[in-house]
């Protein structure tokens, strides 16, 4: 019993601070949504969703080596793949009140050329697996691949014709993008590039 009434008298000076400087009234803080379970309140607060990943890169391995280098090829595709996606929406809403389908095609013949000028020479400097990753890429900014990008804004001769070319450099434009499967890697790092992370 003393030794309980020596540690209230030595606790009580502690107890009168946490008194003074606790204000009951006091309403900061920042609002959020409570739920009542059992005359309980309980706050909820919502946050967003978060990615947990080990770290590919640490090491001198073989797997460290590779994860280095698929960072470096979709860091150099995905802005392509961004622009790709941007680009398909405003050509999508200028040929979508145009009735008259020469004039589609003029319109989209002319923005084959100008990006083309704007962007052939970076394009033609990617390697055959940035081109690769590109492809997937730009499914996913659009979910259409782009055999069937380039089929519905300029035809299915010259979508054979594109699709044929690029066979022969080990290209394939009807590729789809799997993230959940054989592209899980190549997700994980636009979402680490989207997030600032890398």
């Known amino acids: 019993m003393r030794f309980i009434l ?60 590779q994860w280095d280098r698929l960072v470096r090829n979709v860091k150099k595709a995905y802005p392509y793949a961004k622009l790709a996606g941007a680009k398909f929406n405003e050509y999508n809403q200028k040929i979508a009140g145009i009735q008259n389908k020469s004039v589609q095609k003029v319109m989209m013949k002319q923005a084959e050329d100008e990006l083309q000028a704007q962007f052939g020479e970076e394009l033609k400097e990617l390697t055959i697996t940035q081109g690769k990753i590109l ?19 300029r035809g299915s001769f010259r979508a054979f014709f594109y699709q044929s070319f690029a066979r022969m450099f080990g290209y394939n434009l ?3 993008y799997d993230p959940l499967g054989e592209d899980a890697d190549i997700e994980r790092v636009v979402l680490l590039i989207e997030n600032g992370s890398i």
């Open 6 to 65: 020596f540690g209230f008298l030595a606790l009580s000076p502690f107890l009168v601070l946490a008194q003074n400087t606790l204000n009951l009234n006091d309403t900061t803080g920042f609002p959020c949504s409570a739920k009542v379970i059992d005359s309980d309140t309980i706050p909820m607060v919502y946050i967003g969703e978060v990615y947990v990943w080990g770290n590919r890169s640490a090491g001198n391995s073989t797997e460290a080596r």
């Open 135 to 153: 492809l997937k890429l730009i499914d996913r900014q659009t979910s259409n691949c782009s055999y069937d990008i380039v089929k519905d804004f």
């Open 174 to 176: 009807k590729v789809k």
